[in-house]
Structures are given as C-alpha cells and as structure tokens.
T-cell receptor, first 112, second 112 residues
Framework: EPEVTQTPSHQVTQMGQEVILRCVPISNHLYFYWYRQILGQKVEFLVSFYNNEISEKSEIFDDQFSVERPDGSNFTLKIRSTKLEDSAMYFC??????????FGSGTQLSVL | RKEVEQDPGPFNVPEGATVAFNCTYSNSASQSFFWYRQDCRKEPKLLMSVYSSGNEDGRFTAQLNRASQYISLLIRDSKLSDSATYLCVVNEGTFGNEKLTFGTGTRLTIIP
C-alpha cells in the first residue's frame, strides 16, 4: 500500500538553527500539506500546497516557515530560525483532492 | 474562531461493548466531516467520512446533525484493537484545498 514517508523521524536542534523536514508524498497525489501536533494538543493545520504554490496557510505559518517541492518527489518544510515553541510532531500529508488525506508517520522536532 | 469540541475521555470500555463518542463544531458553513483515529505517538488515519444521511462501515456508524452541528461515532462489539484516540475532524476548506480542523480527540481503551 502506498504511503507518505517522512525523514528524519526525530530531529533535535538548537534554538535559532534552521531545520528542513522532508516528505515524500504518495506518487499520484497532487495536493500536499503540513500539520503539526504539540505534545498533548490538537493536530493543527500549517499549510497546503498545489501546483508549486501555497494554497492556504495558517497563522502559525509565519515568515520563519517555508515549503518547497524541489523535485518531482520531495516536499519539504523549512523552519529558518527555530524557537522553543516549534517543538512538536510535524506531519506531512498528501491527497488527490477528494478530501481524503494520507498522513506520514511524522518528524518529532525537539528544539533545545 | 472555528472550533471542534470533543470529550477527551478517557473511555474505558470492556471488550464487546458498544461505545459512542460525540463532537460539536462551531462553523455552520462546514461541509465535510470525518473521524480519524490516532494511536499513541502515531499519525492520524482516516477512519470514515460522515454524511448527513448517516453511514456505516462494519462495526462503525457515523452520524451528522447539521442543525445541531453535532457529529457522532458509534463502535459496536468493540475489540482490543479499537483502543486509540478518536479525532473528530471538520474540513474548513474545499476539495483539493483541504484545511482540516481537528478536535482534541477522545481516548478509548478497550479492557479485556
């Protein structure tokens, strides 16, 4: 069964450092998303991406965040200068545009 | 602010019992509704969509009451493998531009 894959599974970084979280969406999906979940809290929408453009972003997705699809398979989330409050599980998701989203297993980001 | 509210539980239920969860949502313009399940420290996985007419998938039945802005999930003949957190999810976006709003989840433990 095709799946969304994310790397790394864990990322530890120092405050102020840049991190790039990587995702390989399901191959025939065209719509891509990032969500995050702070420990013990709700899953929160960050950004949606289609046709090499951001479709929508949340208030969380400020200037420190960016997304990119650098080639035909990868979809990345970059945080330019990490803050302590960026510590969370980051989930990538992809879909065909039929409202069914498939989530990757997540990258646990710890900012020290 | 658009919210999805759920009783966090925990619900501790003997194997074989029937259990029901409820959820309310604040955005009356929402069109699409889902139940996801999330195992501990894992990604959300789509369990089922929720339709106005009510829908069933095996032991699972979902209902939507648009007038009351209320969604329910019924699990019959519960199995140990049903132990998870059940997330009520509303799509605040559109097809292909999904912007899922998640509830905090209801934790279910099935007791042997």
């Amino acid at each position: 069964e095709p799946e969304v894959t994310q790397t790394p599974s864990h990322q530890v970084t120092q405050m102020g450092q840049e991190v790039i979280l990587r995702c390989v969406p399901i191959s025939n999906h065209l719509y891509f998303y990032w969500y995050r979940q702070i420990l013990g809290q709700k899953v929160e929408f960050l950004v949606s991406f289609y046709n090499n453009e951001i479709s929508e972003k949340s208030e969380i997705f400020d200037d420190q965040f960016s997304v990119e699809r650098p080639d035909g398979s990868n979809f990345t989330l970059k945080i330019r200068s990490t803050k302590l409050e960026d510590s969370a599980m980051y989930f990538c998701a992809s879909g065909r545009g039929d409202e069914k989203l498939f989530f990757g297993s997540g990258t646990q980001l710890s900012v020290l | 602010r658009k919210e999805v509210e759920q009783d966090p539980g925990p619900f501790n239920v003997p194997e074989g019992a029937t259990v029901a969860f409820n959820c309310t949502y604040s955005n009356s313009a929402s069109q699409s509704f889902f139940w996801y399940r999330q195992d501990c420290r894992k990604e959300p996985k789509l369990l089922m969509s929720v339709y106005s007419s009510g829908n069933e998938d095996g032991r699972f039945t979902a209902q939507l009451n648009r007038a009351s802005q209320y969604i329910s999930l019924l699990i019959r003949d519960s199995k140990l493998s049903d132990s998870a957190t059940y997330l009520c999810v509303v799509n605040e976006g559109t097809f292909g531009n999904e912007k899922l709003t998640f509830g905090t989840g209801t934790r279910l433990t099935i007791i042997p």
